[in-house]
């Protein structure tokens, strides 16, 4: 069974500074993994996703995440925080076999000080 | 584009009660999910849909959590009766399909249970 692990419940940092969301994974073969954001009393909004291809992907608002076959990680990575950057953070991952279900993490905040 | 609608946006009811949430994906979209978002955890898929097929419900409560999606568009989640223990946000989320598409979700049904 595939799990997700954001071992960080919350991260600071300055605005200006670069800011990492660490995510680790487990899944059978090649994963699909995601990052989405939620702000206060509002669903989940999709930021980026690695299905193939560049470990390198880039989404929305400025933000990265690099995969890493080797380590099973899939950090979220952003240059410049911004405090309208502050929400909680959830990276997701899902097994290309089997009913492919998309498994969550617990989450981690991030605290973007002005 | 209009987005995943869900309502109510709210409920309170008290344990033994039944309560329905309903969810209107995205136009198109075959995939339908339902989470269930318990305070400090990450969203926990309850059943998801491919047009009017359930794909996978293997963490639904079946004794008491019941889910339809009638012609293949529009969805509702039942809880009969309602325990203490489901108290939390319901995500109503959609796709274009399975695989390494992003699900799209909305602002979420928030139920208490007194």
């Known amino acids: 069974a595939q799990s997700v692990a954001q071992p960080e419940d919350q991260v600071n940092v300055a605005e200006g500074n670069p800011l990492t969301v660490k995510c680790t994974y487990s899944v059978s073969g090649n994963p699909y993994l995601f990052w989405y954001v939620q702000y206060p009393n509002r669903g989940l909004q999709f930021l980026l996703k690695?299905?193939?291809?560049?470990?390198l992907v880039k989404g929305s608002y400025g933000f990265e995440a690099e995969f890493n076959k080797s380590q099973t990680s899939f950090h979220l990575k952003k240059p410049s925080a911004l405090v309208s950057d502050s929400a909680l953070y959830f990276c997701?991952?899902?097994?290309?076999?089997?009913?492919?279900?998309?498994?969550f993490g617990t989450g981690t905040r991030l605290l973007v000080s002005p | 584009e209009a987005g995943v609608a869900q309502s109510p946006r709210y409920k309170i009811i008290e344990k033994r009660q039944s309560v329905a949430f309903w969810c209107n994906p995205i136009s198109g979209h075959a995939t339908l999910y339902w989470y269930q978002q318990i305070l400090g955890q990450g969203p926990k898929l309850l059943i998801q849909?491919?047009?009017?097929?359930?794909?996978?419900d293997s963490q639904l409560p079946k004794d008491r959590f019941s889910a339809e999606r009638l012609k293949g568009v529009d969805s509702t989640l039942k809880i009969q009766p309602a325990k203490l223990e489901d108290s939390a946000v319901y995500l109503c989320a959609s796709s274009p399909g399975l695989a390494g598409y992003e699900q799209y979700f909305g602002p979420g049904t928030r139920l208490t249970v007194t």
């Open positions: 997701a991952v899902r097994s290309r076999t089997g009913f492919q279900k998309l498994v």
């Open positions: 690695y299905i193939t291809g560049d470990n």
């Open positions: 849909f491919q047009n009017n097929g359930v794909v996978d």
